[in-house]
Nanobody, 125 residues
Framework: QVYLVESGGGSVQAGGSLRLSCEVS????????MGWFRQPPGKEREGVAA????????YYADSVKGRFTISQDDAKRTLYLQMNSLKPEDTAMYYC??????????????????WGQGTQVTVSS
C-alpha cells in the first residue's frame, strides 16, 4: 500500500508560481513511477508530469514543458511540482499518483494504483 498526501495548492495570479508537495509513505520509495495529474472542472484528468524514482527520469506534458519541474527528495520521501509562469488554464485540482513500476505510460490515469486526495490550484488573470 502507498499513501500519498498532497499540499501546496492555492490561488495565484497569472505569471505567478506555486510548489506542490506529495509526501509518500507505506512503501519502499524507490522504484515508483510517480505522477502529477490535474483535472479542471468538467474535464477529464490529464497527466502533467512524472518521475521514475529509481533513475530520476522525468516526463512532461507539452502544455507544461519549460514551466513546470518535477523533482524528488529521497530523504524526505517527498515529490514536488514546481509550477512557474502559471496561466489561468492551469486552474485545476492537482493529484499525486504512484505505481510500483517504470513510467511506461505515465500520462494515463488508469496506469496508477494509488492516488492522493488532491490540492486545488487556481490561477486568476
Amino acid at each position: 500500500q502507498v499513501y500519498l498526501v498532497e499540499s501546496g495548492g492555492g490561488s495565484v495570479q497569472a505569471g505567478g508560481s506555486l510548489r506542490l508537495s506529495c509526501e509518500v509513505s507505506g512503501y519502499t520509495y524507490r522504484s515508483l513511477c510517480m505522477g502529477w495529474f490535474r483535472q479542471p472542472p468538467g474535464k477529464e484528468r490529464e497527466g502533467v508530469a512524472a518521475i521514475y524514482t529509481a533513475a530520476g527520469s522525468t516526463y512532461y506534458a507539452d502544455s507544461v514543458k519549460g514551466r513546470f519541474t518535477i523533482s524528488q527528495d529521497d530523504a524526505k520521501r517527498t515529490l514536488y511540482l514546481q509550477m512557474n509562469s502559471l496561466k489561468p488554464e492551469d486552474t485545476a485540482m492537482y493529484y499525486c499518483a504512484a505505481i510500483p513500476q517504470i513510467c511506461a505510460r505515465w500520462y494515463l490515469p488508469e496506469e496508477y494504483n494509488y492516488w492522493g486526495q488532491g490540492t486545488q490550484v487556481t490561477v486568476s488573470s
